[in-house]
C-alpha cells in the first residue's frame, strides 16, 4: 500500500504550498483546482479525512447530493459562498448530520 503524506501535517508545518501542490499534481483531480478549493480540501483532510491525501481527494472529487450535482471541488471554485457551503457541509458531516 503506498503512503502518502499527511495533509494536516504539512499545513501544519507551514508547508501549505507542498500540500496544495500534491492536491494538483498527487492524483488528478477533476474539478478545477485554485485557492477556494485548496481550502475546502484542507478543510476537509483536517476535519473528515484524518489528513489523508487520498481520502481527501477521493472526497472532494465525488459528487454530492447537497451540491445539485457537483463535486465539492466544482462548487468550492464556483465563488466565495460556494466555498463556504462547502466549509460549512464539512462541519456538518464532522457533527454526524445525515446525508
Known amino acids: 500500500m ?3 503524506p499527511n495533509l494536516v501535517t504539512l499545513v501544519e508545518a507551514g508547508r501549505s504550498s507542498d500540500a496544495a501542490a500534491l492536491l494538483r499534481e498527487g492524483i488528478h ?3 478545477a483546482t485554485g ?3 485548496n481550502r475546502a480540501a484542507f ?3 483536517a476535519r473528515i479525512c484524518g489528513g489523508d491525501l487520498l481520502s481527501t ?3 472532494m472529487n465525488q459528487i454530492h447530493p447537497w451540491l445539485d450535482g457537483q463535486t465539492p471541488l466544482e462548487r468550492a471554485e464556483q465563488s466565495d459562498n460556494g466555498l463556504e457551503f462547502v466549509i460549512d457541509m464539512i462541519g456538518a458531516i464532522e457533527a454526524g ?3
Do not use: Q
Request: glycine fraction near 6%; avoid cysteine; hydrophobic fraction near 60%.
Open 2 to 4: 503506498l503512503s502518502h
Open 29 to 31: 483531480l477533476l474539478g
Open 35 to 37: 485557492e477556494r478549493s
Open 43 to 45: 478543510e476537509a483532510a
Open 57 to 59: 481527494i477521493i472526497f
Open 97 to 99: 448530520v445525515f446525508i
